[in-house]
């Protein structure tokens, strides 16, 4: 398995607080994504980088902003969280080129309340 | 990024093989066809992808129509353990890519 791991796996937090969501990477790789799923649905691209503070916005970015000071580390934050935030979110990474897959973390179960 | 179609839902028996279509009639000439599966609540987990040649590995086939506007996952022998949500996408390098609903495949006993 590929290594990328995400912290905190489970955050129970407060509308109108902010939360970082962290995810590391052990393989090097260039790309780095984060994704939200709400029930029933496929995921949905927040942002993403392509190199260490190269990031570009995703279809579902309002609300959220990262930060890659290295090339392991990924945060995702969300300044203000709001309920509508509440979802599960992946993190994914891919070698650069035209034609890598992505491989993706276990998870983080955000709930606002 | 060209979106894709997928049904749903399917059922499959054990043993026999999945056929999973994906239709990605948009698809531009140097999109990669990519296909993931999400069993449970866990991340999705990389299957196979191709361009325009089909494809085979341990896990599955890929088989791509010869304008590229469809393509059609393979489960030769499905398990139970195959019952998961397949997402078929498409994409280029690696930057934007879009995961939609997918299609639910259930593997019945």
């Known amino acids: 398995d590929a290594g990328i791991t995400q912290s905190p796996r489970h955050k129970v937090t407060e509308t109108g607080t902010p939360v970082t969501l962290r995810c590391h990477q052990t393989?090097?790789?260039?790309?780095m994504y984060w994704y939200r799923q709400d029930p029933g649905h496929g995921l949905r691209l927040i942002h993403y980088?392509?190199?260490?503070?190269?990031?570009d916005k995703g279809e579902v970015s309002d609300g959220y902003s990262v930060s890659r000071s290295k090339t392991e580390d990924f945060l995702l934050t969300l300044e203000s969280a709001t309920s509508s935030q509440t979802s599960v979110y992946f993190c994914a990474i891919s070698e650069a080129g035209i034609s890598y897959e992505q491989y993706f973390g276990p998870g983080t179960r955000l709930t606002v309340t | 990024d060209a979106k894709t179609t997928q049904p749903p839902s399917m059922d499959c028996a054990e043993g026999r093989a999945a056929n999973l279509p994906c239709n990605h009639s948009?698809?531009?000439?140097?999109?990669?066809v990519y296909w993931y599966r999400q069993i449970h609540s866990q991340g999705p987990q990389y299957i196979i992808h191709g361009l325009k040649n089909n494809e085979t590995n341990e896990m599955a086939s890929l088989i791509i129509t010869e304008d590229r506007k469809s393509s059609t996952l393979i489960l030769p022998h499905a398990t139970l353990r195959d019952t998961a949500v397949y997402y078929c996408?498409?994409?280029?390098?690696?930057?934007?890519?879009?995961f939609g609903d997918g299609t639910t495949l259930t593997v019945k006993p």
């Open positions: 948009t698809i531009s000439g140097n999109e990669y």
């Open positions: 980088s392509y190199g260490v503070k190269d990031t």
């Open positions: 996408i498409v994409r280029v390098g690696g930057g934007k890519s879009t």
């Open positions: 393989e090097n790789h260039r790309y």
